[in-house]
């Protein structure tokens, strides 16, 4: 091979890599905080997330579109690689990651707040509470004097899988026993229904969007009476952070990029002191509590000071 064939071999070589880290650029349109990606939010946490996303992007060149689908449309969308950022209120189940493992994907997984699922009763009947057991014994077809019906989100939700689980009934279409489309449907149709009580994700109601603040306010959030308990406990900040209140449910941010995107920099920023801090203030309870600087000074300046007249 003369000295020309082996120039001409190198300057195609160097020619095909150049090309190849051309296109591998052009796939990847995120860093860790710079550029777009889409987020899959399961509606019943919505609220939470679009305040963290409203600051990421404040401070990041960054745009996240938020796509707000049912836990499962969001589990099938992962598992299509339609999505590959996701926020839930489960971790995967070693069903759906053997999936991903066969993709030869690990997704990156990551607790960052207690959000709880909570039931909602128009004020007009006085209720503010409910034992766990008659939701349980109504779902199972038994007369409860006190429910007159109960209505979810989406028949697809967290809500529903949820409860589900703990009734250990599959929840239908039925009468009286009926899902909606949105958190948002559901406050509306319990707000202007007598009797009926509603299940939705508490984040719902700590912070409703401008337009449906007047259907909370028609609405009392139930107190909870646990399978075997006495004690009836609401689904306040204070009993999410003690365990106290039974329907608590971890949120997790999901990410299966497969590089140092924007799904790993949502996911620091979700889990950073600043992060933390918007779940505290927004009324849910953080993964781990920002801690509180105390400045002490030793002398105090003039314009400090306040005098008595």
């Known amino acids: 091979m003369n000295k020309l064939t082996k120039t001409i071999i190198g300057f195609a070589l160097l020619a095909i890599l150049f090309i190849f880290s051309c296109q591998r650029k052009s796939e990847i349109k995120d860093t860790i905080t710079e550029g777009k990606a889409t987020v899959y939010v399961d509606e019943s946490i919505l609220p939470i997330v679009e305040d963290e996303v409203a600051v990421f992007e404040a401070e990041y060149n960054a745009k996240l579109h938020l796509v707000s689908k049912s836990e499962n449309e969001i589990i099938n969308a992962l598992v299509k690689d339609t999505a590959k950022i996701a926020i839930l ?18 997704p990156r997984i990551n607790p960052f707040a207690t959000d709880a699922v909570a039931f909602i009763k128009n004020k007009t009947t006085n ?10 014994d109504f779902m199972k077809g038994k007369n409860i004097p006190n429910i007159k019906g109960i209505v979810f989100d989406n ?7 949820y409860i589900s ?5 599959e929840i239908l279409n039925q009468e009286n026993i009926f899902s909606l489309k ?20 508490m984040n719902w109601i700590f912070q409703p969007p401008l337009d449906l603040q007047e259907e909370v306010d028609k609405l009392n959030i139930l107190g909870v009476k ?3 308990k006495t004690e009836y406990v609401f689904p306040s900040q204070d009993n999410l952070a003690s365990g106290k209140y039974p329907l ?25 002191e600043r992060g933390q801090r918007i779940i505290l203030k927004s009324g849910l309870v953080p993964e781990q509590v920002p801690g509180r600087k ?4 030793n002398t105090i300046t003039k314009d400090k000071i306040i005098k008595n007249e």
């Not at 995967?92 to 990651?97: R, V």
């Not at 105390?294 to 000074?297: A, D, T």
């Open 127 to 136: 209720d503010s509470l409910i034992a766990l057991q008659d939701i349980i």
């Open 89 to 106: 209120t489960r971790e995967l189940s070693d069903k759906e990651l053997k999936v991903f493992e066969s993709k030869k994907i690990t």
């Open 182 to 201: 949105t958190n948002e449907e559901v406050i509306k149709y319990v707000a202007e229904n007598k009797g009926m009580i509603g299940v939705i994700g």
């Open 248 to 272: 608590a449910r971890h949120l997790y941010i999901i990410n299966c990029q497969g590089y140092a995107g924007l799904g790993m920099g949502l996911k620091s920023f979700l889990t950073s």
């Open 155 to 161: 028949a697809n939700s967290s809500t529903v899988r």
């Open 226 to 228: 646990d399978v075997n």
């Open 165 to 169: 689980r703990i009734a250990g009934v």
């Open 294 to 297: 105390v400045v002490i000074r």
